[in-house]
């Protein structure tokens, strides 16, 4: 069936480092891919998406491309912030009967100390 | 602009006691899911309305979850008899047709 795979966490990095949240799936035809966060207290809020192969989301300074020969949709950001400390689900959705479902990953919890 | 509210935050109830949450979506928003996400999980979808109608309700335990949403605005989802392992955050979300999902913050049950 659908399904999103992320990397393990924590992560935990210092303020500028670079981050890498890795992300595969396994899905039939042609998914939509989404990079969701959650704050502390707070809602899932959707980061960033991609629609359709080699297409590149990108917002606050993330990063991700969607990638079809390898299957995979990483989150990468050239510099973290302390205010970037959250969990971070990816997860994809289908054209199909249950078109508007999301699957999600695990989630990767991310802390970025100053 | 009020996002997705969400009420109670906080549920501890005894198992096989009745509980029941309360979703008001995004005003104008037709379409209204509800998601259990167990600890250290992703949030799994239980079911989805468009407006009044439940279209997807494949994943929802119904011998003991049920779901209305009348009027096709507020919805309440509720579990009768809650067992222990219902102990998670149920998140309800929102959108304008199937375009981006808008997440609440959640209600986080405990069933003791």
């Known amino acids: 069936g659908d399904s999103v795979t992320q990397m393990e966490g924590p992560v935990t990095l210092s303020e500028e480092a670079f981050l890498t949240i890795n992300c595969t799936y396994t899905a039939t035809g042609y998914p939509s891919l989404f990079w969701y966060v959650q704050y502390p207290g707070e809602g899932l809020q959707l980061l960033l998406k991609?629609?359709?192969?080699?297409d590149k989301g990108s917002n606050k300074g993330f990063e991700a491309t969607y990638r079809k020969e390898t299957t995979s949709f990483h989150l990468e950001k050239g510099s973290v912030q302390v205010s970037d400390s959250a969990v971070y689900f990816c997860a994809l959705s289908k054209a199909s009967s249950t078109l508007g479902r999301l699957y999600f990953g695990r989630g990767t919890q991310l802390t970025v100390w100053p | 602009e009020a996002g997705v509210v969400q009420s109670p935050r906080y549920k501890i109830i005894e198992k096989k006691q009745p509980v029941a949450f309360w979703c008001n979506p995004i005003?104008?928003?037709?379409?209204l899911y509800w998601y259990l996400q167990n600890l250290g999980q992703g949030p799994e979808l239980l079911i989805r309305y468009e407006n009044e109608e439940a279209v997807d309700d494949s994943q929802l335990p119904k011998d003991r979850f049920s779901a209305e949403r009348l009027k096709g605005v507020d919805s309440t989802l509720k579990i009768q008899p809650a067992e222990l392992g219902d102990s998670a955050v149920y998140l309800c979300?929102?959108?304008?047709?199937?375009?981006?999902?808008?997440f609440g913050p959640g209600t986080r049950l405990t069933v003791l």
């Open positions: 991609a629609t359709k192969a080699d």
């Open positions: 979300a929102s959108s304008l047709g199937l375009d981006e999902q808008f």
């Open positions: 005003s104008g928003h037709n379409t």
